[in-house]
């Protein structure tokens, strides 16, 4: 099930919504929210529950026992620390990595007849469930955080449905005291349901826009090796790629907000950076603060000299990479951008600050674009034809008539893409608000009410727009749920 279909915003969520809210007890509605988060992952695989529970299971024990034992005995309570962590990422190493790693092993010839473990599926969510559990171990180990002792406030951290399947990754800390006592308003509801909709906005109607673009001038370079569509197909995945993910962290954090929840922000218009250091402070931040803190900072992040600091980063990309799936492309798209900050934090963030900005953001997009081009692929032979056309080498032609219609057809749609992924429709949208909800005396007065009534209205008919485009298009899952 996903958030962009009609099962769940028709049937799923408004039934999940009555449930919990008739409820009147805190501990009912987290149990509440525990098995409709469990039903709404069994949706689509009902076999993966049992590892789920598993894993919610084990870190729940394991972290009685740190709990324990962090005064008393620390070498016991590392030990329940470590067995946890081992634990969640063995079963990520095997379900996500196992066969990777034996396709790789069958290139040795004395190991030629590895077979495959057949039918080996990659559970939905599991990287980005695994690092909130491993979060919520470490913290409690290095006691930045008190344990939780109540099984179904834990299991509802972790299974809770709006954040489960693809982030933002969500800290236990951060809302340790919002599982065991929030305050629902009617004011955070609506604001939830406003979140949502500009999440489902962006996912439907541009991210999905995007990618139709993105396909067409894919499949059209297998006839005709062009140019213009290698640039094509850079410029919609990276609109694709944002609208997508980005939508979905809307939505999960508007649902979040209808629950009472407050979720940390993933996104914070990346594609405004002039570098790609602040591209990264500005992108999937849960992510990026999850590697900086578990892994970066443990391996002396800039403590220990530069040679030092260069490993560290160098570690923490090739994870990144590798976390985003078994692939060679992934792992090549982390050591790229790694490769790129250490540069940046020797010589080039330098030189940027003394050239004019529009210059600098150029730069990034230019970056970003190639960087994404990796991401997309995982043939690293269709990753080099893209390379190659984009600088014109190796072309049939510069473009075709074909590719020369669909670019200037898109060009309306780019345009709107363009300004919906900075942060000016956000910033009109608050400013209007200020000056139109001012309960002075005056024409904010009087055009205040109208304004609110238009506003309800606009969301009204992004919410029927998403609905029509729901009914008409295919199955559309989020980019990151291979993640």
Same mark, same amino acid.
């Given at each position: ?16 919504? &009555? ?32 590892? +789920? ?9 394991? $972290?009685? @026992? ?8 620390? /070498?016991?309570?590392?030990?329940? +620390? ?31 007849? !590895? ?10 969510? &599991?990287?980005?469930? !695994? ?11 290095? /006691? %930045? ?15 809770? @449905?709006?954040?489960? &399947? ?6 236990? %800390? ?34 999905? !826009? ?21 640039? +094509?197909?850079?410029?919609?995945? !990276? #609109? =694709? ?13 508007? #649902? ?58 160098? +570690? ?7 976390? =985003? $799936? ?23 963030? /330098?030189?940027?600050? /003394? ?5 600098? =953001? ?6 970003? $674009? ?9 043939? #690293? ?40 992924a900075t942060p000016f429709p956000k910033m009109l949208y608050s ?32 919410? *029927?727009?998403? *609905? ?16």
């Amino acid at each position: 099930m996903v958030f962009s279909s009609l099962i769940f915003l028709f049937a799923f969520l408004p039934l999940t919504l &009555i449930l919990y809210y008739i409820t009147p007890s805190r501990s009912i509605r987290n149990t509440v929210l525990f098995v409709m988060s469990l039903i709404f992952y069994a949706w689509g695989e009902p076999v993966y529950i049992s590892l +789920m529970l598993l894993s919610i299971l084990e870190a729940y024990i394991c $972290g009685l @026992f740190i709990a324990k034992y962090s005064d008393s005995n620390k /070498k016991k309570a590392k030990f329940f +620390m470590i067995l946890s962590v081992c634990l969640n990422l063995v079963s990520l190493l095997f379900f996500k990595y196992c066969n990777f790693f034996i396709e790789n092993l069958r290139l040795i010839p004395v190991f030629s007849g !590895t077979p495959l473990i057949k039918n080996l599926v990659l559970p939905i969510g &599991i990287s980005f469930y !695994t690092f909130q559990i491993i979060s919520y171990t470490i913290d409690l180990y290095w /006691k %930045r955080t008190q344990v939780q002792k109540n099984f179904v406030a834990f299991g509802t951290y972790v299974a809770l @449905f709006p954040q489960l &399947i693809a982030g933002p990754i969500v800290r236990y %800390r951060d809302v340790d005291d919002q599982i065991i006592e929030r305050k629902e308003t009617l004011e955070l509801f609506t604001n939830g349901v406003k979140r949502f909709i500009i999440g489902l906005s962006k996912k439907i109607i541009l991210g999905d !826009t995007a990618a139709a673009i993105y396909e067409y001038c894919r499949s059209s370079m297998e006839f005709e090796n062009t140019t213009l569509a290698a640039w +094509m197909v850079m410029i919609f995945y !990276t #609109l =694709h790629i944002y609208f997508d993910f980005s939508g979905y962290s809307d939505m999960a954090i508007g #649902l979040g907000k209808m629950f009472g929840f407050r979720f940390l922000e993933n996104f914070n218009f990346p594609y405004i950076s002039a570098s790609i250091t602040e591209f990264w402070r500005r992108w999937h931040m849960s992510l990026s603060s999850w590697f900086k803190e578990y892994v970066y900072i443990p391996l002396g992040g800039n403590r220990k000299g530069l040679l030092k600091q260069y490993r560290n980063i160098a +570690m923490v990309w090739l994870l990144t990479g590798f976390w =985003h $799936g078994a692939s060679w492309n992934f792992i090549f798209w982390g050591a790229y951008f790694g490769a790129i900050l250490m540069l940046e934090k020797t010589f080039i963030l /330098k030189l940027l600050v /003394k050239i004019p900005k529009v210059f600098r =953001h150029i730069y990034a997009l230019l970056l970003i $674009g190639f960087g994404w081009i990796i991401f997309a692929f995982t043939d #690293l032979s269709e990753i080099k034809n893209v390379f190659k056309a984009i600088f014109g080498i190796g072309v049939d032609s510069f473009s075709t008539a074909v590719i020369n219609y669909q670019f200037l057809i898109s060009l309306p749609f780019l345009a709107i893409a363009a300004i919906a992924a900075t942060p000016f429709p956000k910033m009109l949208y608050s400013k209007l608000c200020a000056v139109f909800n001012n309960k002075s005396e005056g024409i904010t007065k009087i055009f205040g009410g109208l304004f609110q009534v238009i506003t309800a209205i606009i969301w009204i008919l992004l919410l *029927v727009i998403c *609905v029509a485009y729901m009914v008409d298009s295919t199955f559309s899952p989020f980019l990151y749920f291979n993640f």
